[in-house]
């Protein structure tokens, strides 16, 4: 019983993700979140908001991959974008569950 009601509730959470998905991250107050550089994997940041997850890498950024930041690498802005927070997200999900 614990687990059906449990599994509900997720696919309800899993449903209501598709919309506006930086916006929500916004809105919310989330708990901290720990993440790795997602160009090396050498450093972690902690972070309880996309955006603040951004600021805190920049420096790290501009240090080690100075192509990202100036957009010389193969990798648009964009794309990279699009990665990290797919890669935010998911680790925010993770500490929900
Ligand atoms: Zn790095």
């Not at 930041?69 to 997200?89: H, I, P, Q, Y």
């Amino acid at each position: 019983m614990v687990f059906n009601s449990l599994a509900g509730h997720k696919s309800r959470f899993l449903a209501s993700k598709g919309r506006g998905k930086i916006k929500d991250l916004q809105a919310r107050s989330p708990s901290m979140v720990t993440m790795a550089c997602i160009d090396c994997g050498a450093v972690h940041f902690e972070a309880a908001t996309l955006r603040e997850m951004l600021t805190a890498m920049m420096p790290h950024y501009f240090e080690d991959h100075k192509d990202i930041m100036a957009g010389e690498s193969s990798v648009s802005r964009e794309t990279w974008m699009a990665r990290f927070t797919a890669a935010f997200t998911e680790l925010q999900d993770a500490e929900k569950i």
